[in-house]
């Protein structure tokens, strides 16, 4: 197994993506504002599986506002790609998507040692489902939501001809070589939490019986407020960032996982909207979480990654990350030092990282879950 991973511009893009022709797989992740079919996907060999992402990439060479191209050459393994749009629903095109990715890597009726998704924000939950439907819930099944720059719904999905407003690509992996993986956060909780006890959706309108943005606003004691004056829904991303909701869904060795929803947006009635769906009867957490982690955490998540494989000290081909775009949205000034801690992790092997609008991974004792302002990393051995 070979990995290389490109960090290019639309203008430059063609000629160097054409070194990978041959390539067995190719993950492609950058700004919705190029077009990445100029890039020349459809004259590849290989499965192209393509998502955009926040402001561009990463990559062990740096930050690009461009696109980033990760390839694997891997005669020995199989892979196999296929995007649907959500026609009749989301939930039905994972469930068909997912069986063409299998006929495509000609391994029909197998469990894939792992499962790369990406789609269009808003109904993963049913993704992930519609994906365990064909192989189970034991596979893990890692990625992220599509992202453009300013939330203003620009992402969008990809293979090496079309592209989908609201679909999913899914691709099947059985690599010849092994692979492990960590999906964490950077959060810690807090003391202050309270029971969902109505809900819309993925609106949250009360939390212990009273509206659900007041609530949260005591939580992080007025730091994210509203315009009294707008009866609309209005945006508190980035007032949220370093204050999410976390939902306890496992506990290893003793401590605690918490699976994250980033409050979106929220209006004077107290309704508060989520990046995530969560039930009535579950308790949210408030967490906290300070730039400084941010930045280290990948690393980290990195780090986890190799230990979860034994692969601490042996060489490694390459890794795939999954970094929120609202978490780099805010420590976007500080980002060569998030590739810096990551390549210390990995040591000298590429690595593409992609900044999304929600995150899917698998949580020992919880499962395939999709969670906001996580990092997840896929290494290959």
């Given at each position: 197994?070979?990995?290389?991973?490109?960090?290019?511009?639309?203008?430059?893009?063609?000629?160097?993506?054409?070194?990978?022709?041959?390539?067995?797989?190719?993950?492609?992740?950058?700004t919705?504002?190029?077009?990445?079919?100029?890039?020349?996907?459809?004259?590849?060999?290989?499965?192209v599986?393509?998502?955009?992402?926040?402001?561009?990439?990463?990559?062990?060479?740096?930050?690009?506002?461009?696109?980033?191209?990760?390839a694997?050459?891997?005669?020995?393994?199989?892979?196999?790609?296929?995007?649907?749009?959500?026609?009749?629903?989301?939930?039905?095109?994972?469930?068909?998507?997912?069986?063409?990715?299998?006929?495509?890597?000609?391994?029909?009726?197998?469990k894939?040692?792992?499962?790369?998704?990406?789609?269009?924000?808003?109904?993963?939950?049913?993704?992930?489902?519609?994906?365990?439907?064909?192989?189970?819930?034991?596979?893990?099944?890692?990625?992220?939501?599509?992202?453009?720059?300013?939330?203003?719904?620009?992402?969008?999905?990809?293979?090496?001809?079309?592209?989908?407003?609201?679909?999913v690509?899914?691709?099947v992996?059985?690599?010849?070589?092994?692979?492990?993986?960590a999906?964490?956060?950077?959060?810690?909780p807090?003391?202050?939490?309270?029971?969902?006890?109505?809900?819309?959706?993925?609106?949250?309108?009360?939390?212990?019986?009273?509206?659900?943005?007041?609530v949260?606003?005591?939580?992080?004691?007025?730091?994210?407020?509203?315009?009294?004056?707008?009866?609309?829904?209005?945006?508190?991303?980035?007032?949220s960032?370093?204050?999410?909701?976390?939902?306890?869904?496992?506990?290893?060795?003793?401590?605690?996982?918490?699976?994250?929803?980033?409050?979106?947006?929220?209006?004077?009635?107290?309704?508060?909207?989520?990046?995530?769906?969560?039930?009535?009867?579950?308790?949210?957490?408030?967490?906290?979480?300070?730039?400084?982690?941010l930045?280290?955490?990948?690393?980290?998540?990195?780090?986890?990654?190799?230990?979860?494989?034994?692969?601490?000290?042996?060489?490694?081909a390459?890794?795939?990350?999954?970094?929120?775009?609202?978490?780099?949205?805010?420590?976007?000034?500080?980002?060569?030092?998030?590739?810096?801690?990551?390549?210390?992790?990995l040591?000298?092997?590429?690595?593409?990282?992609?900044?999304?609008?929600?995150?899917?991974?698998?949580?020992?004792?919880?499962?395939?879950?999709?969670?906001?302002?996580?990092?997840?990393?896929?290494?290959?051995?």
């Open positions: 197994m070979k990995i290389r991973v490109l960090s290019i511009t639309a203008q430059a893009g063609a000629e160097a993506v054409q070194e990978l022709r041959s390539a067995s797989f190719v993950a492609v992740h950058g919705c504002s190029l077009d990445p079919h100029a890039l020349g996907l459809v004259e590849l060999q290989g499965q599986h393509g998502a955009t992402s926040c402001l561009g990439a990463m990559s062990h060479a740096g930050v690009t506002d461009g696109v980033a191209v990760f694997i050459d891997d005669p020995d393994g199989a892979y196999g790609t296929a995007m649907l749009p959500f026609d009749p629903d989301s939930y039905s095109a994972a469930r068909a998507a997912t069986m063409q990715a299998l006929a495509a890597a000609d391994r029909l009726g197998e894939p040692e792992l499962v790369w998704v990406s789609s269009t924000p808003g109904t993963e939950e049913a993704i992930l489902a519609g994906i365990e439907s064909v192989i189970g819930t034991d596979v893990p099944i890692i990625g992220g939501s599509a992202a453009d720059n300013d939330v203003s719904g620009q992402w969008f999905v990809f293979d090496k001809s079309r592209r989908e407003a609201a679909g690509v899914v691709t992996m059985f690599p010849s070589r092994p692979v492990s993986f999906y964490h956060n950077g959060y810690s807090t003391e202050k939490s309270g029971t969902v006890t109505r809900i819309e959706g993925r609106r949250v309108i009360e939390i212990d019986h009273r509206p659900a943005f007041e949260y606003r005591e939580w992080c004691e007025g730091a994210v407020s509203l315009d009294p004056g707008d009866p609309g829904m209005q945006s508190i991303l980035s007032d960032t370093l204050a999410p909701l976390g939902r306890r869904v496992a506990e290893l060795d003793g401590l605690p996982s918490y699976l994250l929803a980033h409050p979106a947006a929220a209006n004077t009635a107290g309704a508060l909207e989520l990046f995530a769906t969560v039930e009535e009867g579950e308790v949210l957490t408030c967490m906290t979480g300070t730039q400084a982690g930045i280290d955490r990948a690393g980290r998540v990195a780090a986890l990654a190799r230990a979860a494989g034994g692969m601490e000290t042996s060489p490694i390459g890794a795939l990350m999954v970094y929120c775009g609202g978490c780099m949205l805010s420590v976007r000034d500080r980002l060569e030092e998030v590739v810096a801690g990551v390549a210390g992790s040591g000298p092997a590429p690595f593409l990282g992609t900044f999304t609008f929600g995150e899917q991974g698998q949580i020992i004792g919880a499962g395939n879950r999709h969670g906001n302002l996580m990092i997840s990393c896929i290494v290959f051995g």
